[in-house]
């Protein structure tokens, strides 16, 4: 499976090109133009990671985290999920790579095929760092207002959540 | 939104910051943090202009009218109102393929560059169209069939099994998929025309 993996994003590039240069489209003289687009867009998102990197990085080292884990624990009991992957919930919307730093700490600690191993690799595998695309997507458009961006995506992340523990409980 | 939510996120670690006596990490991270970002912005201006580019292609040959054909019932379905062969649902087809394709890094420029165009033909300027929100909302759920990055940090940890966990990945990240859907249709009307 993972083999296929390797060839998907090769095999993507020499299909757009490749079926480009079938179509007598100059592709070199295309590439530059769009990638010239690219380096525009790559600036005016650059305001909005500042922002959002910034606030996360101060909150993460803050310990803020240990209060909401702490907070969520009677709910995730009553939702059958395990207590030990409530730190990666709360992080995996709001930071990547932090959420890779605790994925890896619990199947360090817990084992990749135990039962909160397997929780973690589903919330880890379904879900996608949530506050970061939104600041993305958004700030490369003048939109200040995002209306229900946000609460319809956070409404995606927890039903993903509670799904990864029940998932794991019926298919595996 | 954002707003309340960045100055939540740093009223916060004040806060916790003074109460776990952890003020020095806090004031390393806003000064470390920053500078980050932009390695980060550097880093994806790459990948941003690689797909930018082969985007560019792909319209010309109309190999994106191709796929946008291909697509169109799925289009219809999630973007009622977007003409299906505008150019913004064929940038939100070549973002949505390279999601499920596993391109995370090709799915992020493909994606603003959907942003882009439906922003062009939103009406009103400065605030998110449905289509716009409905978009971020399919990009913050992960549509990504096999995921490889956690499949091989499960094999790294010694897993007899990494891909065990495909089924229950697909059951979890459709559900959250669906209710997104279901949540940014619901919750767009009560946020009306522009209330944040």
Redesign the interface.
């Known amino acids: 499976m993972s083999q296929i993996s390797q060839y998907i994003l090769p095999v993507a590039i020499v299909l757009i090109v490749g079926y480009g240069a079938i179509k007598k489209v100059p592709v070199f003289d295309c590439f530059l133009e769009g990638a010239k687009d690219g380096l525009t867009t790559s600036a005016q998102i650059l305001p909005a990671l500042i922002a959002l990197i910034t606030a996360v990085g101060m909150f993460k080292s803050s310990g803020a985290l240990d209060l909401f884990t702490y907070a969520l624990r009677p709910v995730a009991n009553l939702l059958h999920l395990p207590q030990e992957v409530i730190p990666l919930a709360i992080l995996r919307p709001i930071s990547g790579s932090g959420a890779l730093v605790i994925f890896q700490d619990i199947l360090q600690q817990y084992g990749p095929d135990s039962f909160i191993g397997r929780v973690a690799s589903v919330m880890q595998g379904s879900t996608e760092t949530t506050f970061y695309t939104i600041a993305v997507y958004y700030g490369a458009t003048k939109v200040q207002k995002t209306r229900h961006t946000l609460p319809s995506a956070l409404t995606a992340d927890i039903v993903g959540f509670f799904m990864s523990a029940l998932a794991v409980y019926w298919l595996l | ?2 707003s309340w ?2 100055t939540g ?2 009223v ?6 003074i109460l ?1 006596g ?1 003020m020095e ?2 004031s ?3 000064v ?3 500078s ?3 390695t ?3 880093q ?2 790459g990948v ?11 319209e ?4 994106t009218g191709k796929l946008s054909r291909l697509f169109r019932p799925v289009m219809k379905l999630l973007f009622w109102h977007l003409p299906a062969d505008s150019k913004a649902a064929k940038a939100i087809i070549m973002n949505l393929t390279a999601n499920l ?3 995370g890094n ?1 799915a ?2 493909l ?3 959907a ?2 165009e439906l ?1 062009k033909i939103s009406p009103r ?4 169209s449905n289509e ?2 409905l ?3 399919l ?4 549509l ?1 069939l ?3 990055t ?5 094999l790294a ?9 495909l ?3 697909w ?3 459709s ?3 669906l ?2 859907i279901l ?2 249709k619901f ?2 009307r ?2 009306g025309k ?3």
């Open positions: 939104m954002m939510l960045f996120m740093l916060l670690s004040l806060l916790f910051g776990n952890r990490q806090v390393i991270s806003a470390n943090e920053c980050n970002a932009v980060l912005a550097i994806l201006a941003m202009c690689l797909w930018s580019g082969l985007m560019r292609i792909a010309v040959s109309d190999l394709l596993g391109l090709a992020t420029p994606g603003i560059a942003m882009k922003e300027k400065g605030i998110a716009m929100a978009l971020v909302v990009n913050t759920a992960s990504q096999i995921p490889t956690t499949a091989a940090l499960r940890a010694g897993s007899a099994a990494p891909m065990e966990i089924p229950a990945v059951l979890a990240s559900m959250s998929i209710s997104g949540a940014a919750f767009s009560l946020f522009g209330a944040d």
